[in-house]
């Protein structure tokens, strides 16, 4: 999950490494249009799950 992030970062993107959906920073995704979420192979369904619904809640939408 370090490296994804680490990725993302070297590419330009804002990232972050939340451990629940409780985590996200919000504030921090002020101003966004986009946002990718990912995950490491450890990572349980149910977080990126959780993760996606609060993103939804938060008036994101959802693209395959």
């Not at 990232?15 to 409780?22: G, H, N, T, V």
């Not at 993760?51 to 008036?59: D, M």
């Amino acid at each position: 999950s370090q490296r994804l992030k680490e990725v993302a970062e070297a590419a330009g993107a804002k990232a972050f490494l939340i451990a629940s959906a409780e985590n996200l920073p919000e504030a921090a995704l002020s101003g966004a249009t986009h946002i990718g979420v990912t995950a490491g192979a450890s990572a349980p369904d149910s977080l990126v799950e959780k993760l996606v619904q609060k993103l939804e809640h938060c008036g994101y939408r959802l693209i395959d």
